[in-house]
């Protein structure tokens, strides 16, 4: 099922130059980032990869607008958005960034088109019925159909994820950003929620970026990008 145009496939998404982050203070403080830089196109699935503590997690944290670079900058859809304010930055995520994280961190009290229906209620574009109707397409593109009115509780850790990746995708965000979106299922489950990640992103046009320990799923990707002490290799 094909939710949106992929005619903006190629476009440039976001890009990064020069980033720089330390972390911690006097005697404890790590450059993690060393002069990072980094960019994604619409339709392109991108892998990060290297070992714990290179600096992955802290760029996705970055390029996701959650945090600030020490120095460098980062434009989405070609606009300059790593000098705005929290507000301007939480703005910026809401409508043009999507997040699946290891864990979903789906409201659990709530139905899964409840949750998917979430990022569009905070962003306010589309009128009830309209936001209704897309969570309803996009649970039934990751196999949900007939689950939309479970709980959270209600669903197994696979089913769980597939709604996280629906609830990233609510908004048609330019940019999906991973974070070890495989992480806490199994080798089947693994499978299934990174070929819906990357076909519905890539129907839809989105650019992602996953950050991944997983060699297999590294290898699936269009574009691998290793880093090591803070630096691509």
Known sequence: ???????????????????????????????????????ARRGQVYAIVGPSGCGKSTLLYLLGLLDQPDQGQIEINGKLMSNHDDVA???????????????????????????VMMPMRKLGRLPQAAMTARAHDLLEAVGLGTKTHRLGTQLSGGEQQRVAVARAL???????????????????????????????AKEQGQA????????????????????RDGLFI
Do not use: W, Y
């Open 1 to 39: 099922m094909s939710l949106a145009p992929s005619s903006i496939a190629g476009e440039l998404a976001l890009r990064c130059t020069g980033l720089h982050r330390h972390l911690g203070q006097g005697e404890g403080r790590v450059h993690v980032l060393k002069g990072v830089s980094f960019e």
């Open 170 to 200: 609510a908004n048609q965000p330019a940019i999906l950003l991973a974070d070890e979106p495989t992480g806490n299922l199994d080798a089947k489950n693994s499978g299934v929620v990174f070929d819906l990640l990357t076909r519905l």
């Open 89 to 115: 930055r939480t703005a910026a995520r809401g409508e043009h960034i999507g997040f699946v994280f290891q864990f979903h961190f789906l409201m659990l009290e709530f139905t899964a088109l409840e949750n």
């Open 208 to 227: 992602i970026v996953l950050v991944t320990h997983n060699a297999e799923i590294a290898q699936r990707c269009d574009f691998t990008r290793p880093m």
